[in-house]
């Protein structure tokens, strides 16, 4: 507001003008700490927050049925299902460097472990509590299994066991069969298996990054 | 004229205004303190929630790892809360009698989300990232304090942008390691450090051992030109408190 047009105003004109200056100042003030109210709690959506607009209440929702988004065909019949032409697959989709099996000790100690325990034995610390026992890792059905059957038994459960999919991306899923598949052989290599030069640590190799990002 | 004020009147009224002011500034200060006080910020009171879902047991008693269910920590801004399928993976066999757990039976039966009630949550003009605080060295317990000890989650810190600050001035105060030389008769030394609850920073009573290409590195300081946290801070290039405490870091 111009305050020149104020001061030249006479004296009862300016009162009212002060007054209602005074009212749009107060007004605004409430309207401000209002706003506080808009601006923490905006109306949109974070994630998983409720939705008032849905009838479930979630405002996360599903893809309409059919929906595929780029890059997300999943054409990869082996990659996807471990399966090549139905049958489980003795193959991996992509090849495993120390890193890959690095991080499938990792997830493999976060996601199986609860129960296989993290030698394989199926003692882990929920079966220990009551949860049906696992077979061993080292059962000879399991040890000749091909790696497709580990990577199908996570991606769609087996018998009282869920199914992983869902906290656990693809790539990361082969790369725990690959591990579960170093973690049977640990029971069987000898000393002539390490090649001639190599030496083998007393620990197991973790330390050092281990791919973050997940396919 | 007769004096209408008696002498000592002078030093009352001094006294009256350094009263004053000390009022004005004890209020001030009671204030502000207040408003960091739990009675606003609501750190350390836990909500009513569907399930008494103990993280202490999950996490203490049965060393499940917050991945399991927080899934998206390490790669988005999203913590992830799970869903009933998740909680199901071993109540589908474990105490599958308790009306504790009815609810988690219910919204499995029905469909129906569980309505979890949130312990931290930032306004929404603010903008967080989980997934940058984890990839660059802040532990989850750095900021939710010994979520295994909680029977009910609560949130530890205020969420105040004075908290957020205290750390974005100086980073490499709270830095760890993700990995250390593992150590086979100590099972915290195995995996990602930064969801180990019991992760002590270096001292020369407790020196840290990482892995530094095909040699170990120890460090028997977190701050300090030889500290851990400055060449964390160095090899996980964490941007200058300068970047880092501009407005537009937060509030974008």
């Not at chain 1, 979630?58 to 990869?76: C, F, H, K, N, Y």
């Not at chain 1, 899923?173 to 598949?181: D, S």
């Not at chain 2, 504790?100 to 903008?127: C, I």
Request: charged residues 20%.
């Amino acid at each position: 507001m111009d305050m020149r047009i104020l001061t030249n105003m006479p004296m009862p004109a300016r009162r009212f003008k002060q007054a209602a200056l005074l009212l749009v100042a107060v007004g605004a003030l409430l309207t401000v700490s209002a706003c506080r109210e808009d601006m923490q709690n905006q109306p949109k959506y974070v994630p998983l927050r409720e939705s008032s607009f849905f009838p479930d209440q979630r405002s996360a929702r599903l893809p309409v049925e059919g929906t595929i988004a780029r890059g997300q065909l999943e054409d990869d019949s082996l990659l996807y299902t471990g399966k090549v032409d139905g049958k489980e697959s003795a193959e991996l989709p992509f090849a495993m460097t120390a890193a890959d099996m690095q991080r499938g000790r990792e997830r493999y100690n976060i996601y199986c472990s609860p129960c296989h325990s993290q030698l394989g034995d199926g003692n882990g610390m929920i079966v220990q509590r009551g949860f049906k026992k696992p077979p061993s890792y080292f059962e000879p059905r399991l040890v000749q299994a091909p790696i497709g059957h580990f990577f199908n038994v996570m991606t769609r459960g087996y018998g009282a066991m869920a199914e992983y999919s869902s906290q656990v991306p693809v790539a990361d899923r082969w790369r725990i069969a690959a591990y579960i598949r170093a973690l049977q052989l640990t029971q069987t290599a000898k000393g002539t298996d390490v090649p001639a030069g190599v030496t083998v640590a007393s620990h197991a190799p973790t330390e050092g990054e281990a791919p973050k990002e997940a396919k | 004229m007769a004096q209408i004020f008696h002498r000592s009147a002078n030093s009352i009224a001094k006294a009256s205004i350094l009263g004053g002011l000390i009022l004005v500034v004890g209020l001030l200060w009671a204030a502000l303190q207040l408003q960091r006080s739990p009675y606003f910020t609501y750190a350390g009171v836990a909500r009513p929630q569907p399930v008494p879902f103990p993280h202490q047991h999950h996490v203490a008693g049965l060393g499940i790892d917050c991945r399991y269910c927080h899934t998206t920590v390490e790669v988005s801004g999203f913590a992830g809360i799970p869903p009933t399928r998740t909680c199901m993976n071993c109540h589908s066999q474990i105490w599958t009698a308790a009306p504790m757990l009815e609810p988690v039976r219910e919204s499995l039966r029905t469909g129906k989300s569980l309505v979890w009630t949130r312990a931290n949550d930032l306004p929404d003009f603010v903008y967080f990232d989980h997934s940058i605080h984890v990839n660059k060295g802040v532990g989850c317990n750095t900021c939710h304090g010994r979520v295994d000890q909680m029977p009910l989650m609560y949130n530890q810190a205020s969420l105040q942008m004075e908290w957020c600050l205290n750390c974005h001035r100086d980073p490499a105060k709270n830095l760890r390691p993700h990995y250390v030389k593992e150590d086979p008769k100590n099972p915290a030394t195995m995996g990602d450090q930064i969801f180990n609850m019991a992760y002590q920073e270096p001292s020369d009573s407790h020196p840290v051992t990482i892995r530094e290409g095909n040699t170990y590195k120890t460090f028997t300081s977190q701050t300090g030109p030889d500290g851990l946290g400055t060449y964390l801070a160095a090899v996980n290039h964490v941007r200058s408190p300068r970047d880092i405490t501009s407005c537009n870091t937060c509030h974008r």
